[in-house]
């Protein structure tokens, strides 16, 4: 069964206090790897797709990397409004397609 | 607005239940997926519509059962209710069988079983 180990559980951040987030899988032949983004209340909201060994993806202040083990989301001088819960999902070629959710790491910004 | 409604929001029952739990996707989307979400637990994907068709399952229960209509709205019926069923409950859309993940989630429906 595909496993989804990301750590630390809760990160607190001074405003502009760069750092990065741990998503390690364990997956039967790798499809994708997602990062998804959730705020209190709501539903997750999608941020970046990688799918292969060394691939980068970039929003605004977050970078997301893919090794054959693990993901990192990297986070440049977060701002109050990065704060929520970061999701890292897998999906694999012998799974109809479904997402395998991680715990999540809630990040909190402070001003 | 991911543009998925989810309707009702907040609901509260008793145990020995049952409660239907509604899903309309985003406009054009064919594929709805029904996931949980507890604190203990975390996400859990539970059933995946395509177009009408059941398209994969993860670990739902007996007592759980779903369907996508042929407006492509889609329901999750949750019955004999135990506290344990107590959750937030995500519906997703997304206009492919699933290839791309980037799925459009609803803001949740919070069931609490008393």
């Known amino acids: 069964e595909d496993q989804v180990t990301q750590s630390p559980e809760a990160l607190r951040l001074q405003e502009g206090e760069s750092s990065s987030l741990n998503c390690s899988y364990t997956v039967s032949g790798l499809r994708g790897l997602f990062w998804y983004r959730q705020d209190p209340g709501k539903g997750p909201e999608f941020l970046f797709t990688?799918?292969?060994a060394g691939e980068e993806k970039e929003k605004e202040r977050l970078k997301a990397t893919l090794t054959k083990k693990e993901s990192f989301l990297h986070i440049t001088a977060p701002k109050p409004e990065d704060s929520a819960t970061y999701l890292c999902a897998v999906q694999a070629w012998s799974n109809d397609y479904k997402l395998s959710f991680g715990a999540g790491t809630t990040v909190t910004v402070r001003a | 607005d991911s543009g998925v409604t989810q309707t009702p929001k907040h609901l509260i029952t008793a145990t020995g239940q049952r409660v239907t739990l509604r899903c309309s996707p985003r406009s054009g989307d064919l594929s709805v997926y029904w996931y949980q979400q507890s604190l203990d637990q975390g996400l859990q994907f539970l059933i995946q519509?395509?177009?009408?068709?059941?398209?994969a399952k993860g670990n739902i229960l007996e007592r759980f059962s779903a369907q996508q209509f042929p407006d492509l709205h889609s329901e999750l019926n949750l019955s004999s209710l135990e506290l344990g069923d107590s959750a937030l409950y995500f519906c997703?859309?997304?206009?492919?069988?699933?290839?791309?993940?980037?799925?459009?989630f609803g803001e949740g429906s919070r069931l609490t079983v008393l």
């Open positions: 990688l799918y292969s």
């Open positions: 997703a859309s997304t206009w492919d069988r699933g290839d791309t993940g980037e799925l459009f």
């Open positions: 519509y395509y177009n009408g068709e059941e398209r």
